[in-house]
């Protein structure tokens, strides 16, 4: 075994709390991927552009591919959102990291329990908050400018943007495809779907997979396993692709079901006006490094979509509900990391 290798072994093996926040971090790429499939696949199952079997496969392989193409929002989570020289080694930091683990993943189960499309980005984030404001006692450990540029920002607008791209695509194809008849439309667009959920899929890999990467490099900084400055390794990038294409392989009915058909009547054609605008929005918040929730997006560009026909033809009284889940999500999940914060420290 290389020194290198033979080094990182050994400083990991002798740190039960990094392995645990390890595991941990794992399980919540695992929850995020079965429970944001629907994000991908829910139109397309709905309209019958693809069975379910073919559309969960479809959305594993190309989050898988998202993964591996970008870490811009990974650095966000890990420079971002804590001020340099907090969690730094030695100092128990990786409970921090544990703490923002177990507030997201009780979220998130339990939104995804409740058929809720939450957002486990803003679920992760704010236990990172709330883990950090108990484990420094004060409000100093957090880059506030970097949580309202890259978090509180994007939450809003990004989610208008999903509806608006929509709104507007889906009147676009009223005006080009005005004439065609009903069947012939409906056979064209179920055939884009299938282009239009791949691109999702990529879109959600190279979005909502770096959370994962970006606190397990976190917790690696803080276990004294690499300096600050090193790049995000290679195998944790693996293991998170890995993981997240795992997690949606199963599924995600419970939300799937919310999306697809709770908040607005899909055809094809709205459909793929939903999983286009959905993927456009989500690629451009990628490329400047925020950390939204796809959730959000897709589930704004959906209510876009089908309000581009009739604003009555969206179940508003489903939305409301979905855009309070999202706005209470940040501040309960600090509230569940500085909770899961004040037990972890007891141990």
Same mark, same amino acid.
């Given at each position: *075994?290389?020194?290198?290798?033979?080094?990182?072994?050994?400083?990991?093996?002798?740190?039960?709390?990094?392995?645990?926040?390890?595991?941990?971090? %794992?399980?919540?790429?695992?929850?995020?991927?079965? /429970?944001?499939?629907?994000?991908?696949? !829910?139109?397309?199952?709905?309209?019958?552009?693809?069975?379910?079997?073919?559309?969960?496969?479809?959305?594993?392989?190309?989050?898988?591919?998202?993964?591996?193409?970008?870490?811009? %929002?990974?650095?966000?989570?890990?420079?971002?959102?804590? *001020?340099?020289?907090?969690? %730094?080694?030695?100092?128990? !930091?990786?409970?921090?990291?544990? !703490?923002?683990?177990?507030?997201?993943?009780?979220?998130?189960?339990?939104?995804?329990?409740?058929?809720?499309?939450?957002?486990?980005? /803003?679920?992760?984030?704010?236990?990172?908050?709330?883990?950090?404001?108990?484990?420094?006692?004060?409000?100093?450990?957090?880059?506030?400018?970097?949580?309202?540029?890259?978090?509180?920002?994007?939450?809003?607008?990004?989610?208008?943007?999903?509806?608006?791209?929509?709104?507007?695509? &889906?009147?676009?194809?009223?005006?080009?495809?005005?004439?065609?008849?009903?069947? /012939?439309?409906?056979?064209?667009?179920?055939?884009?779907?299938?282009?239009?959920?791949?691109?999702?899929?990529?879109? /959600?890999?190279?979005?909502?997979?770096?959370?994962? *990467?970006?606190? &397990?490099?976190?917790?690696?900084?803080?276990?004294?396993?690499?300096?600050?400055?090193?790049?995000?390794?290679? =195998?944790? #990038?693996?293991?998170? !692709?890995?993981?997240?294409?795992?997690? #949606?392989?199963?599924?995600? =009915?419970?939300?799937?079901?919310?999306?697809?058909?709770? %908040?607005?009547?899909?055809?094809?054609?709205?459909?793929?006006?939903?999983?286009?605008?959905?993927?456009?929005?989500?690629?451009? &918040?990628?490329?400047?490094?925020?950390?939204?929730?796809?959730?959000?997006?897709?589930?704004?560009?959906?209510?876009?979509?089908?309000?581009?026909?009739?604003?009555?033809?969206?179940?508003?009284? #489903?939305?409301?509900?979905?855009? =309070?889940?999202?706005?209470?999500?940040?501040?309960?999940?600090?509230?569940?990391?500085?909770?899961?914060?004040?037990?972890?420290?007891?141990?």
């Amino acid at each position: *075994m290389p020194p290198s290798l033979g080094t990182f072994w050994g400083r990991f093996a002798m740190t039960p709390l990094l392995i645990a926040v390890i595991v941990c971090a %794992v399980g919540f790429a695992f929850v995020n991927g079965f /429970h944001d499939t629907a994000n991908a696949i !829910a139109t397309t199952v709905y309209t019958r552009a693809l069975g379910v079997g073919a559309a969960i496969a479809l959305a594993a392989v190309m989050n898988f591919v998202g993964t591996l193409v970008s870490q811009n %929002v990974a650095k966000t989570i890990t420079n971002g959102i804590v *001020m340099p020289g907090v969690l %730094v080694a030695g100092s128990g !930091a990786e409970r921090v990291i544990l !703490a923002t683990l177990i507030a997201a993943l009780i979220w998130s189960l339990f939104t995804w329990w409740r058929a809720i499309p939450c957002s486990s980005s /803003h679920a992760l984030i704010g236990g990172l908050i709330g883990a950090t404001l108990v484990f420094t006692l004060g409000l100093g450990g957090i880059n506030w400018v970097g949580v309202l540029e890259k978090v509180v920002l994007p939450l809003f607008t990004s989610p208008l943007i999903g509806f608006f791209v929509g709104f507007l695509l &889906m009147k676009l194809i009223f005006g080009l495809f005005a004439r065609m008849q009903r069947p /012939h439309a409906n056979k064209l667009f179920l055939r884009l779907q299938i282009l239009s959920a791949a691109f999702v899929a990529f879109a /959600h890999g190279t979005n909502d997979s770096q959370k994962a *990467m970006g606190i &397990m490099t976190l917790a690696l900084v803080a276990g004294g396993v690499q300096g600050a400055d090193a790049p995000i390794p290679f =195998w944790v #990038t693996l293991l998170c !692709a890995v993981t997240l294409a795992a997690g #949606t392989s199963i599924g995600g =009915w419970r939300v799937m079901k919310t999306v697809g058909s709770g %908040v607005t009547k899909l055809n094809p054609a709205n459909g793929f006006a939903a999983q286009t605008a959905s993927a456009l929005t989500i690629e451009a &918040m990628s490329l400047v490094g925020a950390p939204i929730s796809t959730t959000q997006v897709i589930t704004c560009a959906v209510m876009g979509a089908g309000s581009a026909r009739r604003l009555r033809s969206v179940k508003w009284a #489903t939305a409301k509900s979905i855009v =309070w889940t999202w706005v209470i999500t940040l501040p309960v999940a600090a509230v569940l990391g500085a909770a899961a914060m004040a037990l972890v420290g007891l141990f």
